[in-house]
C-alpha cells in the first residue's frame, strides 16, 4: 500500500514543475499498486495549486475530481512503520 504525499502529486499534474519527470517515473513505478491518499492531503494539494502554482479554478476542478476518484480516499490514521492501521473515532 503506497501513501500518496501532496508534493508528489503537484510535481505530477504540473508539468513545470522542478521534479515533473521523477514524478513521471514514481507514477509508472507505483502504476497498479494500492495507492491512498487522505483528505487532508487532496486539501493540501488543492491549496498549492491555489495559493502556490496560482493553477486555473477549472484546472484544479479537474485536478481535485481525479484525486477523489483515483484513489482509496483513507479515513484512518496511518502510522508509517507499516505495522499499525487504527480508525479514527
Excluded: C, W
Aim: hydrophobic share 40%; no cysteine; aromatic share 18%.
Amino acid at each position: 500500500m503506497i501513501f500518496i504525499d501532496a508534493n508528489y502529486l503537484v510535481s505530477l499534474y504540473i508539468k513545470s514543475e522542478y521534479h515533473y519527470n521523477r514524478a513521471l517515473e514514481i507514477y509508472h513505478e507505483i502504476e497498479g499498486k494500492k495507492q491512498i491518499i487522505s483528505k487532508s492531503i487532496i486539501a493540501e494539494t488543492i491549496n498549492i495549486l491555489h495559493t502556490k502554482i496560482k493553477a486555473y479554478p477549472e484546472d484544479i476542478e479537474r485536478i481535485y475530481n481525479e484525486l477523489i476518484n483515483k484513489y482509496q480516499v483513507s479515513f484512518y490514521k496511518y502510522y508509517f512503520n507499516n505495522i499499525f492501521i487504527f480508525p479514527l473515532i
